[in-house]
């Protein structure tokens, strides 16, 4: 595909070829596998540095499949997913080892859609956030205890409240919860996976700017999934449309707005609510 590109900043991510595809089985213990469904065809795109790379698509056209490829929670079946490391060195993220690939984790992190569901109900707010620190072996006690207050004070909570449980939260509050696990070994980049889609819409505005306020202070790049194109029009800096699993048009946020050019992401345009109805019949 030959996508329209735009913005400044070095890539700082590289996908190539990226194909992947599940097994599916029928029913019972010892089922077989039946066929295979393929999530992603031929993804070629690149991520720059301090960019937000908006990533839009309905349900199921392999969205959040991408994103967990490059933070390495799946492996493509085939392809590239280039690296660069602060170094200027280049790794290939999708054949490295799982020892190999714990550096690159911790500088490329993920945030999951549901607040509710992402957070371990039996563990604290500090166990939680720590973790991360503990699995890394980057801190311990007093020191552990200490990183994980400043990190959820700068998300918009009380360092008070590191040793809840995430039942004594409000969605909005388990969403800064999970952005402060992911930033606690200070990434280069971060995955939001449907950040804001499962929060009220007074919530999102807060997450958002929240998200906007730490990209400035920690110079971070991200992956900004979402099938919300207004919420992506107020965050993004690129856009990339997905469908069926292919990249079908890539382009600089104001150009796409103004004048897509496939199908797919004018119908995604078109249902985008107009709140002034006055305006609703001049829509093309």
């Known amino acids: 595909m030959t996508a329209t590109t735009g913005g400044a900043g070095q890539p700082l991510i590289g996908l190539s070829g990226i194909n992947m595809s599940f097994a599916l089985r029928g029913n019972g213990l010892f089922a077989r596998t039946t066929g295979m469904l393929h999530v992603l065809r031929d993804i070629n795109l690149d991520i ?4 937000v790379l908006g990533l ?8 959040t499949t991408l994103g967990r490829c490059i933070v390495g929670i799946y ?3 085939t392809g590239k997913i280039r690296y660069r490391r602060t170094d200027g060195t280049e790794v290939d993220l999708a054949r490295l080892s799982e020892k190999e690939l714990q550096p690159c984790q911790r500088e490329i992190r993920m945030v999951f859609q549901d607040p509710f569901s992402s957070l371990n109900p039996r563990m604290t707010i500090l166990q939680i956030v720590g973790d991360p620190l503990l699995v890394n072996r980057v801190a311990s006690g007093s020191d552990l205890e200490d990183r994980v207050a400043v990190m959820i004070r700068r998300v918009g909570l009380q360092p008070g409240m590191i040793r809840r449980y995430p039942h004594a939260f409000s969605g909005g509050e388990r969403q800064r919860i999970a952005i402060a696990r ?4 200070s990434p280069r980049v971060v995955i939001a996976d449907e ?8 919530i999102r505005a807060q997450i958002l700017d929240l998200l906007r306020e730490l ?12 099938h919300d194109l207004s919420v992506v029009e107020s965050m993004c800096d690129r856009v990339a449309v997905m469908y069926k699993g292919e ?3 890539l382009a600089d946020r104001d150009r796409l707005y103004r004048s897509p050019q496939h199908d797919y992401t004018r119908s995604l345009l078109s249902a985008v609510p107009i709140p002034d109805p006055r305006l609703r019949s001049i829509r093309r």
Do not use: H
């Open 195 to 202: 950040a804001v889609s499962a929060l009220d819409v007074s």
């Open 182 to 185: 992911a930033l606690i070994l």
């Open 75 to 77: 492996r493509p079946d």
């Open 215 to 226: 990209k400035e202070e920690l110079a971070l790049t991200y992956l900004f999934i979402s």
């Open 56 to 63: 839009v698509g309905e349900s199921g056209s392999g969205k």
């Open 247 to 249: 990249i079908v048009e």
């Open 48 to 51: 720059r540095q301090n960019e």
